[in-house]
């Protein structure tokens, strides 16, 4: 009985554990990860697990000066009728949420014939946006699961574009 109530309060402490942006690296341990006791005496270290580096935000003038150097690859996961009503972001590729995983395993020539646009590497900085920033944020980690390292998340998303380009 006791082995069982040890082995259910390590997933509890996990779970009760917030995930805190620029946490350690999952399955890496560090000096400031905390360390508790259980019941039976042994020494759990808690790791908090982030998908993305801490900096994987960006805000509209970071976006604006990524798009001027052509130093990002935008990708807009809103659906197309989204972008036909509401407008989107020059120079972003439209590659609906539902279809990411998919497009970022094809082959260079069917991205291209698909979104019309050249297919980003891996290395490539690539920035993910949506409406409000939530559908980007899941893009964000499909494309981490798929080995792309330089990825961000326009965090205001369409709402906050659309807001600054009105305050021009």
Same mark, same amino acid.
């Given at each position: 009985m006791a082995l069982r109530r040890c082995?259910? &309060?390590?997933?509890? &402490?996990? !779970?009760?554990? *917030? %995930? &805190?942006? =620029?946490?350690? +690296? *999952? =399955?890496?341990?560090?000096? @400031?990860?905390?360390? +508790?006791?259980?019941?039976? =005496? /042994? /020494? &759990?270290?808690? !790791?908090?697990? @982030? %998908?993305a580096p801490s900096s994987a935000g960006v805000n509209y003038e970071q976006l604006k000066r990524l798009l001027a150097g052509r130093k990002a690859v935008v990708i807009d996961v809103r659906e197309p009728s989204e972008l036909m009503e509401y407008g989107h972001i020059p120079g972003s590729i439209n590659v609906p949420l539902g279809q990411v995983n998919?497009?970022?395993?094809?082959?260079?020539?069917?991205?291209?014939?698909?979104? =019309?646009?050249?297919? *980003?590497?891996?290395?490539?900085?690539? +920035?993910?946006?949506?409406? @409000?920033?939530v559908r980007s944020l899941k893009a964000l980690d499909t494309a981490v699961s798929l080995g792309y390292k330089d990825v961000q998340n326009y965090l205001g998303g369409w709402l906050d574009w659309e807001k600054n380009e009105q305050q021009k």
């Open positions: 082995a259910a &309060l390590a997933p509890r &402490l996990l !779970r009760n554990s *917030p %995930a &805190l942006p =620029g946490a350690p +690296v *999952p =399955g890496r341990t560090s000096a @400031s990860s905390p360390v +508790v006791t259980n019941r039976c =005496g /042994e /020494e &759990l270290q808690l !790791r908090r697990f @982030s %998908a998919t497009a970022l395993q094809l082959a260079q020539e069917e991205f291209h014939e698909k979104y =019309g646009a050249v297919m *980003p590497q891996q290395t490539d900085n690539i +920035v993910f946006t949506c409406r @409000s920033g």
